[in-house]
């Protein structure tokens, strides 16, 4: 089992950053993927980024190329960089131990029941 703590929300500017931790703890987090979710007010709960447990990289379009998530197994952390935030980044968003298969090119991500509580982001000027 995993047990999940998110860190490092709060309010931010349009086009400011923040940066978002997970620690995890248990023997297991080597073992899986990792993957940020996010769930705007009204909204379903939508995959932002996942990361293999060697590393490949899958980013939803809507944060490509502005959002980067990485993770550092010695400390059982992930993290999620967020870059040129937008006001439709607001959301709460949580932290997920799964299973990932495939290539850069073709994969599935399959979230396991482990989540953490959530902390929220919030884009607004």
């Known amino acids: 089992q995993v047990q999940l703590v998110e860190s490092g929300g709060g309010l931010v500017q349009p086009g400011e950053s923040l940066r978002l931790s997970c620690a995890a703890s248990?023997?297991?987090?080597?073992?899986?993927?990792m993957a940020w979710y996010r769930q705007a007010p009204g909204k379903q709960r939508e995959l932002v980024a996942v990361i293999s447990t060697d590393g490949i990289t899958v980013y939803d379009h809507s944060v490509k190329g502005r959002f980067t998530i990485s993770r550092d197994s010695d400390k059982n952390t992930v993290s999620l960089q967020m870059k040129s935030l937008k006001p439709e980044d607001t959301a709460v968003y949580y932290c997920?131990?799964?299973?990932?298969?495939?290539?850069?090119?073709?994969?599935?991500?399959?979230?396991?029941?482990?989540w953490g509580q959530g902390t929220q982001v919030t884009v607004s000027s």
């Open positions: 997920n131990a799964g299973r990932f298969k495939g290539n850069s090119a073709t994969n599935s991500y399959y979230p396991d029941s482990f």
């Open positions: 248990g023997s297991a987090f080597p073992t899986y993927a």
